[in-house]
């Protein structure tokens, strides 16, 4: 099992930048494909972007791509979400998870342990 905690969400300014984090403790983080997922209200939770294992792959949701960059230090057990030219529609809890390292993992279906959330309220 694994703890994930997230920090770094607040409120920016749309074309702004916002970098959010997520801590691993209590397992063995490099075990694990970690993900990124958000939910505004009333809608559902969905995918942002995943990285392998070692940090060697990563995958964005369209909505993403170009903009944000998922990054991770298994020496740290840590995993970072850089946000550049936020837009309003980005606004939303921040989740950060861990799950099975396979390509297709874009749901939360394939993922196991998840942090409580970090607000990001991009204004504009």
């Known amino acids: 099992q694994v703890q994930l905690v997230e920090s770094g969400g607040g409120s920016v300014q749309a074309g702004g930048s916002l970098r959010l984090s997520c801590v691993a403790s209590?397992?063995?983080?490099?075990?694990?494909?970690m993900g990124w997922f958000r939910q505004a209200p009333g809608k559902e939770r969905e995918f942002v972007g995943r990285?392998?294992?070692?940090?060697?792959?990563?995958y964005y949701a369209d909505s993403v791509k170009g903009r944000f960059t998922i990054s991770r230090d298994n020496d740290k057990n840590t995993m970072s979400l850089q946000m550049n030219s936020p837009k309003h529609e980005d606004t939303a809890v921040y989740y950060c998870?861990?799950?099975?390292?396979?390509?297709?993992?874009?749901?939360?279906?394939?993922?196991?342990?998840w942090g409580q959330g970090t607000q990001v309220t991009v204004s504009s």
């Open positions: 209590g397992g063995t983080f490099s075990n694990y494909a």
């Open positions: 990285i392998s294992r070692s940090g060697s792959r990563t």
């Open positions: 998870a861990a799950g099975r390292d396979v390509v297709v993992a874009t749901t939360t279906s394939w993922y196991d342990f």
